[in-house]
């Protein structure tokens, strides 16, 4: 990578209509081309996100090849057709991680991150960090684990609370409590 930037446009389905010799160059090395789809995959994630909510977006997004890293300012413009247009600037390049092919790298996570996580291959969540869930709440997507992992007590002591703070059951109902679970007091 050398220092630089990139602009591209976009078509409704993400396939590139145009791009610069330095779009080009990154979107081939990742295996697109004009005319097929955009093969940056976190460039491609911005677009989507651009055009969903009808407003610019712009993300600070790290592309990669086998010789190094650079960390790029993208913006992404929808236009009323629903183009995008991509315009890129490489504020940082450092040198990319020499791995053998097939290895994957383990990557902490910052200090001051707010969440981490793991996912698997098929990019199903495994761990989340605990202290994340403390501060931003179970949600539904943990909800029957959280029922399964707790003692019949806690439970009915979460139930309890909840009644307390909502007596007739309409905040966020079965969002982090199922509905069907009968609590001690009541039965």
Known sequence: MTRGSFHALLDADDRVLSGDARFAELNDRAGGQV????????????????RGLRVPVARMIVIGDEDSDGDW???AVP????????????????????????TIAAAEPPAD??????????????????????????GQLKRDELARSKAGLEMSLMHGIKALFDPSGILNPGKLLQADVIRVDQG
């Not at 236009?79 to 097939?102: F, H, S």
């Not at 698997?120 to 960090?129: C, E, F, K, N, S």
């Open 35 to 50: 005319g097929g789809g955009l093969a940056l995959a976190a460039v491609a994630a911005l677009v989507r996100i651009a």
């Open 73 to 75: 300012h993208v913006r």
């Open 79 to 102: 236009g009323e057709d629903a183009t995008v247009a991509l315009a890129a600037t490489l504020l940082r390049e450092r040198p990319g991680a020499m791995l053998a092919p097939g």
């Open 113 to 138: 991150a707010a969440w981490s996580w793991e996912v698997d291959a098929g990019l199903r969540v495994v761990r989340i960090d605990t202290a994340a869930i403390a501060r931003h709440g179970i």
